[in-house]
């Protein structure tokens, strides 16, 4: 780790731990039952690129994933435990080279602060799992004005 890397974690870091949980835990009440595995376990479910992104917050390479020119109908879930996270009719194309949705399916994700990149951004992850999805913003189109950009190799999709 460089001496550049290490400031950046560390302001990242300081800068977390000084909010206050409400500011980052968007977390919605549900019935989703908590899946927690080790990560040996994860190991050996997951491809290594899904266990890098999935457990280790990592990012596929733009337009690597085959998911992000598929526009059948049907459901993507996590490629960790199959929670159903986006319907395809919210997917919509938006040139960034990973699969992008307008809104998740209601109460089946979980949203952070991230600071990795230093400014703040939105990350969301699987609210069973846990497994890393991707980062939200705000340049998507109607109705949300969202867009939920998603890492194609952390999601299966599921023909209707």
Not at 37 to 51: N, S, Y
Not at 68 to 97: H, I, R
Request: net charge positive; aromatic share 12%; proline share 7%.
């Amino acid at each position: 780790m460089n001496r550049r890397t290490f400031i950046r974690a560390t302001l990242a870091a300081v800068a977390l731990a000084a909010l206050p949980r409400s500011l980052y835990a968007g977390r919605e009440a549900g019935a989703i039952e908590k899946l927690v595995k080790t990560d040996d376990e994860w190991r050996k479910i997951l491809t290594p690129m899904q266990f890098d992104v999935l457990r280790n917050e990592a990012t596929e390479p733009a337009f690597s994933s085959p998911l992000n020119k598929e526009y059948s109908k049907g459901v993507y879930q996590c490629a960790g435990c199959e929670l159903p996270l986006f319907d395809s009719s919210t997917k919509f194309d938006s040139g960034t080279g990973w699969p992008s949705f307008y809104a998740p399916i209601a109460g089946h994700v979980e949203t952070k602060r991230d600071f990795k990149l230093i400014w703040p951004r939105t990350e969301y992850h699987c609210a069973r799992c846990g497994g890393h999805q991707g980062h939200v913003f705000d340049d998507g189109p109607a109705p949300t004005g969202q867009r939920w950009c998603n890492n194609g190799v952390a999601l299966h999709f599921i023909p209707a």
